[in-house]
T-cell receptor, first 114, second 113 residues
Framework: QQPVQSPQAVILREGEDAVINCSSS?????VHWYRQKHGEAPVFLMI?????EQKGHDKISASFNEKKQQSSLYLTASQLSYSGTYFC???????????????FGKGTLLTVNP | KAGVTQTPRYLIKTRGQQVTLSCSPI?????VSWYQQTPGQGLQFLFE???????NKGNFPGRFSGRQFSNSRSEMNVSTLELGDSALYLC????????????FGSGTQLSVL
């Protein structure tokens, strides 16, 4: 039931774009995205609650395809500060609501070089 | 506004011992979730509490237990420690625990020797 993230790792040069994917085999209530830098706690990026919804702030955005139970995180014009491990987390539908269990993928290590 | 506070920051134990970790959520948050993080495995869900009730738990042995107090502070306990329990244990809090952002603490790094 753990969501599957791809790729496992990606290396960029500053200014390049990247896409991180997250897929689930079960109907989703929500999809979360977090970034964790080495030695620090994960930090919230965004949450998507509706199918087909797209959210974003600054140059990071995400989409949620409800039919495919997939979400993608888009990082455009990457900056050095974007480096870190990105985790998607999923909540499943249960009894008309959430199952109160945010399950995370194994993460995608993003490295942005000058 | 204070963030999520976890104590202690570091722990060293030996096999067979037990350990209790503490988590104080952000004021007003009633949901607390616990995660185990190990290299290569990401964040593994342990359990979630809301208003002193466990609403869900992950696939961990019964040696892992938790509780939540009326002030929303939470503790998790691991009994009969094994080498494989060495990990970073993170707690996260939110208002309702569903469909909203989680605020993570800095974690407790547990080493089992």
């Amino acid at each position: 039931q753990q969501p599957v993230q791809s790729p496992q790792a990606v290396i960029l040069r500053e200014g390049e774009d990247a896409v991180i994917n997250c897929s689930s085999s079960k109907a989703l209530y929500s999809v979360h995205w977090y970034r964790q830098k080495h030695g620090e706690a994960p930090v919230f990026l965004m949450i998507l609650l509706k199918g087909g919804e797209q959210k974003g702030h600054d140059k990071i955005s995400a989409s949620f395809n409800e039919k495919k139970q997939q979400s993608s995180l888009y990082l455009t014009a990457s900056q050095l500060s974007y480096s870190g491990t990105y985790f998607c987390g999923t909540e499943f539908f249960y009894s008309g609501g959430s199952n109160y269990k945010l399950t995370f993928g194994k993460g995608t290590l993003l490295t942005v070089n000058p | 506004k204070a963030g999520v506070t976890q104590t202690p920051r570091y722990l060293i134990k030996t096999r067979g011992q037990q350990v209790t970790l503490s988590c104080s959520p952000i004021s007003g948050h009633r949901s607390v979730s616990w995660y185990q993080q190990t290299p290569g495995q990401g964040l593994q869900f342990l359990f979630e509490y809301f208003s002193e009730t466990q609403r869900n738990k992950g696939n961990f042995p019964g040696r892992f237990s938790g509780r939540q107090f009326s002030n929303s502070r939470s503790e998790m306990n691991v009994s009969t420690l094994e080498l494989g329990d060495s990990a970073l244990y993170l707690c996260a809090s939110s208002f309702a625990g569903t469909g909203e952002k989680l605020f993570f603490g800095s974690g407790t790094q547990l080493s089992v020797l």
